[in-house]
């Protein structure tokens, strides 16, 4: 849901002629959801100004998104910094910052790991994996037709956990995906001024 949801927002921003983590502070409510978003602007040093406001006519491009989401019962927040090849299309994940605040921490450095393999792993979605289907099965059944992404082509991930020990705890299962899904399609956007609404990328 975050990945349509969180592009509407970042549009909103964009026709209100506003930064995107600006827009959102300013239209969301909830200290919980405010936790996160703050945490990962500032883990990314988020410097505010309008997405997509200068196209660079490079042949490389790069762009940054901002998005909140969740799977479940927890709060996340991702930004992402891509870079985008004009000529080839091709996409990178370049750095990956990720927020969640699941109530009581337990362990906050296996927090830190689940949020690390949700960045990389929502990298890998966004740009490579599909599942496709012949009229009468699946045809991604190895890793040449259902490719993910290599060591060599993960982002640099900064993982932020936001404690809140008066709160029980409620989990870290996947409630960044779907955060840093939506900041990789706003950071494309604010690359090329161009939306893709459908993944992989």
């Not at 479940?72 to 994940?93: H, K, P, Q």
């Not at 605040?101 to 830190?112: K, L, M, R, S, Y």
């Not at 949700?118 to 009229?135: C, G, I, N």
């Not at 709160?167 to 690359?191: H, K, L, M, R, W």
């Amino acid at each position: 849901i975050s990945f349509g949801a969180e592009q509407v927002v970042d549009e909103l921003a964009y026709l209100a002629n506003m930064d995107p983590y600006l827009f959102r502070r300013q239209n969301m409510n909830g200290d919980r959801w405010l936790a996160v978003l703050n945490a990962v602007a500032d883990a990314a040093k988020w410097s505010p100004r309008k997405a997509a406001a200068a196209l660079p006519k490079a042949r490389v491009v790069k762009g940054r998104g901002i998005a909140v989401g969740t799977h479940l019962s927890s709060y996340g927040a991702a930004v992402a910094e891509i870079e985008v090849n004009r000529d080839t299309g091709v996409i990178v994940a370049k750095r990956m910052y990720g927020a969640i605040e699941a109530g009581q921490i337990v362990n906050p450095g296996f927090v830190e790991n689940q949020i690390t393999g949700m960045l990389v792993q929502a990298a890998s979605r966004m740009l490579k994996e599909e599942v496709t289907f012949s009229r009468t099965n699946v045809t991604s059944v190895d890793w040449n037709s259902y490719p993910i992404l290599r060591c060599s082509e993960a982002p640099e991930v900064f993982p932020v956990v936001v404690k809140r020990q008066d709160q029980p705890s409620t989990g870290v299962g996947e409630e960044v995906i779907a955060a840093a899904a939506a900041a990789i399609a706003n950071a494309f956007f604010d690359a090329t001024g161009v939306r893709l609404r459908e993944q992989p990328m």
